[in-house]
């Protein structure tokens, strides 16, 4: 069964670049769709984007102009970019692996990462 | 981007009991809808995709239907390991969008 871990620092001052790594065990990095989720303190969850294998991305609008995503096929691993950050983006962020069924690529989230706490501060 | 409503918010419920939660979308999102299940400091874990489709090993109580902008999780008679939130999310078109969230407490 696949296991995801999110890892990189934990605090932030603003203005700043988030950097996180995913590394994924337990099952190739390749042919599947990879993802970043955040979900800030007592809120609801926000998706950032996902990365396929080979490198193609797709950003969420609001957070497009300060985010990266890429992928490391040699070390399992895939990461995690968001520059400029500011208070607001204090939140848990979680790796995930997005789902396929009998249809193609469908893109709920079928594996997570533990999570990883950021915070944004001064 | 297309908003997710969840209702209610929160749901006080006992051992046993029958509890349905209902999620809506602004705009119709096929069955492109999945469910989540979330405890306190734990990540996400995937109940329900294609709106009714059960993911594998999730206890067969969890149900979904629904379809267009209409969806509900049920859970036909709720354990104790199922109070946690519930949220909602489509994958109908970008950005994909969660719902607020249901919190299943103990009555």
């Known amino acids: 069964q696949v296991q995801l871990q999110e890892s990189g620092p934990g605090l932030l001052k603003p203005s700043e670049t988030l950097s996180l790594t995913c590394t994924v065990s337990?099952?190739?990095?390749?042919?599947?769709?990879w993802s970043w989720i955040r979900q800030p303190p007592g809120k609801t969850l926000e998706w950032i984007g996902y990365i396929y294998y080979i490198g193609s991305t797709n950003y969420n609008p609001s957070l497009k102009s300060r985010v990266t995503i890429s992928v490391d096929r040699s070390k399992n691993q895939f990461s995690l970019k968001l520059s400029s950050v500011t208070p607001a983006d204090t939140a848990v962020y979680f790796c995930?692996?997005?789902?396929?069924?009998?249809?193609?690529?469908?893109?709920?989230?079928?594996?997570w990462g533990q999570g990883t706490l950021v915070t944004v501060s001064s | 981007d297309i908003q997710m409503t969840q209702s209610p918010s929160t749901l006080s419920a006992s051992v046993g009991d029958r509890v349905t939660i209902t999620c809506r979308a602004s705009q119709s999102i096929s069955n492109w809808l999945a469910w989540y299940q979330q405890k306190p400091g734990k990540a996400p874990n995937l109940l329900i995709y294609?709106?009714?489709s059960l993911e594998s090993g999730v206890p067969s109580r969890f149900s979904g239907s629904g379809s267009e902008t209409e969806f509900t999780l049920t859970i036909s008679s709720l354990q104790p390991e199922d109070f946690a939130t519930y949220f909602c999310?489509?994958?109908?078109?970008?950005?994909?969008?969660f719902g607020g969230g249901t919190k299943v407490e103990i009555k």
């Open positions: 337990g099952g190739s990095i390749s042919t599947y769709y």
């Open positions: 995930a692996r997005v789902g396929y069924d009998t249809g193609g690529w469908a893109y709920y989230f079928d594996s």
């Open positions: 294609k709106a009714s």
């Open positions: 999310q489509h994958y109908n078109s970008y950005p994909f969008t």
